[in-house]
């Protein structure tokens, strides 16, 4: 099981990580917070939940109580 976060509204949301390949070529890694546990995004994509990765930090928005990932 992967780092879930639970924001000052009660809410509990989980961070998951998928990967992709951009216009140019290049692969990257995406990090998003979902309020379920996914294996497969609304557009098909494969995504897993996961921790969080080494030298970033979760943050919670003010106005929103929404998780973000900084670093």
Do not use: A, W
């Not at 990967?19 to 609304?42: A, M, S, W």
């Not at 494969?46 to 921790?51: A, E, G, P, Q, T």
């Not at 969080?52 to 670093?71: A, Q």
């Amino acid at each position: 099981m992967g780092y879930s976060h639970t924001n000052s509204k009660g809410n509990t949301y989980f961070l998951h990580e998928q990967h992709v390949t951009l216009k140019g070529g290049q692969n990257q890694t995406i990090y998003y917070f979902c309020k379920d546990e996914r294996t497969v995004t609304p557009k098909g994509n494969k995504c897993s939940v996961c921790d969080v990765p080494s030298g970033k930090t979760v943050v919670e928005s003010d106005k929103t109580g929404l998780p973000l990932l900084r670093g």
